[in-house]
T-cell receptor, first 114, second 114 residues
Framework: DAGVIQSPRHEVTEMGQEVTLRCKPI?????LFWYRQTMMRGLELLIY????????DSGMPEDRFSAKMPNASFSTLKIQPSEPRDSAVYFC????????????FGPGTRLTVL | QKEVEQDPGPLSVPEGAIVSLNCTYS??????FMWYRQYSRKGPELLMY????GNKEDGRFTAQVDKSSKYISLFIRDSQPSDSATYLC??????????????FGQGTILTVHP
């Protein structure tokens, strides 16, 4: 298996622009997670899905952020409009089961908003 | 107050030293405990995973869980320069509306110098 795939790996955009991050989880994994990592705040959970259904989006910072999972093999995280404080590394991760088991992370998308 | 508190570090130790990394948590629903290692510009990777209170050993690494005190530790013996990375404790919620949610500590940056 290729692991969790994220695109793009790097994104530089200007404030106010829409940003879309993409993730393909490992096949057969029922859980998908979106995290954001910064030096100041560490690794924060934004939202997670079970069988394509959002379970907990309490970590989504504000209405500018939205996430979808239209099918078991694809998810998007959208920021509209983007702001400089959104600059961070965004990780997607997937896991096969609810409890136990390894959660696999993608390589991350490094987002810079100017 | 955060659900998971991790000793922030950073830690700098000489090669061969014993390293102790620690986390405390407040949510009794946390039942599965993990340590992840993250190298610079990479996603986190699972290092150790445990469920029960007590010790679990894997080579130079020992994970310790004390559920009564809500405290977990990771010990690294005979530390090597290749152990230099950020270490993150993580816990899975096994109850309530956040079933399956994996929450991370802030992370501790470890540097092992030759």
């Amino acid at each position: 298996d290729a692991g969790v795939i994220q695109s793009p790996r790097h994104e530089v955009t200007e404030m106010g622009q829409e940003v879309t991050l993409r993730c393909k989880p490992i096949s057969g994994h029922d859980y998908l997670f979106w995290y954001r990592q910064t030096m100041m705040r560490g690794l924060e959970l934004l939202i997670y899905f079970n069988n394509n259904v959002p379970i907990d989006d309490s970590g989504m910072p504000e209405d500018r952020f939205s996430a979808k999972m239209p099918n078991a093999s694809f998810s998007t995280l959208k920021i509209q409009p983007s702001e400089p404080r959104d600059s961070a590394v965004y990780f997607c991760a997937s896991r096969r089961t609810a409890l136990g088991g390894e959660q696999f992370f993608g390589p991350g998308t490094r987002l810079t908003v100017l | 107050q955060k659900e998971v508190e991790q000793d922030p570090g950073p830690l700098s130790v000489p090669e061969g030293a014993i390293v102790s990394l620690n986390c405390t948590y407040s949510n009794s629903a946390f039942q599965y405990f993990m340590w992840y290692r993250q190298y610079s510009r990479k996603g986190p990777e699972l290092l150790m995973y445990t469920y029960s209170s007590g010790n679990k050993e894997d080579g130079r690494f020992t994970a310790q869980v004390d559920k009564s005190s809500k405290y977990i530790s990771l010990f690294i013996r005979d530390s090597q320069p290749s152990d230099s990375a950020t270490y993150l404790c993580a816990m899975i919620n096994a109850g309530g509306t956040s079933y399956g949610k994996l929450t991370f500590g802030q992370g501790t940056i470890l540097t092992v110098h030759p």
